[in-house]
């Protein structure tokens, strides 16, 4: 039988490929365009392996992190609980509660439905864009201690207290070079190919996956030196 070792696997390939050329296998059209299909499809992966190589120095990986650090600098993130409640008037009348020294918590969990209400109206962490605008326009606006005006949202309405704000630190360069190759290395074989296709005659499917998605992780990684 034919062997799935990879050494094994390996010395019977050559044989067989060699009795295959005397015996005019190659010569066969099917066989023919399948080789030529190989062929492609090696070249292909070799000259966007070779972009990639180019375009993925270490100071360009750099460059890129810090680009899009640079997008989130600055960024903060903020703990807050909320008594959610179903009307306006009923927001409202929690408010002298609250001012005359009630306990948030109880006020949440006897008011609020839903998971949060059970933790005391506990949101956990969050940074801008991971709730609803009005609600983190809301909470963000406050100081730590602070408690909110009635907010309103699809869900209800909301009294909401800001437990705590703090900056968000960025990955470091060395956590997050290895993504940032994968990321750099898709965009490149991508935008090669868009280039080509630009001056070609050739015909496209364009529901094909971007060129970038046949790579396996090891043309990804820089040639050892």
Request: glycine residues 8%.
């Amino acid at each position: 039988t034919y062997s799935s070792h990879s050494g094994t696997s390996f010395t019977q390939e050559r044989v067989l490929a060699k009795a295959a050329l005397e015996a005019g296998v190659a010569d066969d059209p099917i066989v023919e365009r399948q080789l030529e299909s190989q062929r492609r499809t090696v070249l292909a992966k070799a000259y966007v392996k070779q972009q990639i190589e180019a375009g993925l120095s270490d100071e360009a990986l750099k460059a890129r992190y810090d680009t899009e650090i640079g997008k989130v600098a600055d960024r903060e993130e903020i703990r807050a609980r909320h008594i959610l409640l179903a009307t306006e008037d009923e927001a409202v009348a929690v408010k002298p509660a609250l001012a005359g020294g009630a306990d948030f918590v109880e006020l949440a969990k006897e008011n609020s439905p839903g998971p949060s209400g059970s933790d005391g109206g506990d949101l956990g962490n969050f940074a801008k864009g991971q709730l609803f605008p009005c609600f983190v326009a809301a909470a963000f606006a406050l100081a730590v201690g602070q408690i909110s005006e009635p907010v309103q949202s699809d869900f209800g309405w909301h009294v909401i207290k800001l437990e705590d704000r703090r900056s968000i630190e960025p990955p470091a360069f060395d956590a997050v070079k290895e993504r940032l190759r994968e990321m750099m290395a898709g965009e490149i074989a991508d935008a090669e190919v868009t280039r080509l296709k630009e001056g070609s005659s050739v015909a496209y499917e364009d529901a094909r996956p971007p060129f970038s998605a046949i790579f396996n992780d090891d043309l990804l990684t820089p040639a050892a030196e």
